[in-house]
């Protein structure tokens, strides 16, 4: 069982910057892949950005390569999501999730998912 908790999301001026944190319970988590999504309203979840579980491989739609970095920190349990040159298409809940194997960019065949935290850009 892998509980995740998503903190750092927030209002922010277009082009700025946030990180996202996503802390996990669990003795298993360097175990898992983990996934940040995202969801705005009206919309289907879609994939951000994922990374292995030894952080040798990361993953990034196209909407947001070279703009956010994934990263994780195996002895805190804990992943990041470094978001800079935010757009206001960027508004979303955002999500990370937890895989124990599959495809990065499939939404279901993730097991463990968090709660979401609001990331608001204004124009």
């Known amino acids: 069982q892998v509980q995740l908790v998503e903190s750092g999301g927030g209002l922010v001026q277009a082009g700025g910057s946030l990180r996202l944190s996503c802390a996990a319970s669990?003795?298993?988590?360097?175990?898992?892949?983990m996934g940040w999504f995202r969801q705005a309203p009206g919309k289907e979840r879609e994939f951000v950005a994922a990374?292995?579980?030894?952080?040798?491989?990361?993953y990034y739609s196209d909407s947001v390569k070279g703009r956010f970095t994934m990263s994780r920190d195996n002895a805190k349990n804990t992943v990041y999501l470094q978001m800079n040159s935010l757009k206001p298409e960027d508004t979303a809940v955002y999500y990370c999730?937890?895989?124990?194997?599959?495809?990065?960019?499939?939404?279901?065949?993730?097991?463990?998912w968090g709660q979401g935290t609001q990331v608001t850009v204004s124009s």
């Open positions: 999730a937890a895989q124990w194997s599959g495809t990065p960019e499939l939404t279901w065949e993730y097991d463990y």
């Open positions: 669990g003795r298993t988590f360097s175990s898992y892949a």
């Open positions: 990374i292995s579980w030894g952080a040798g491989s990361t």
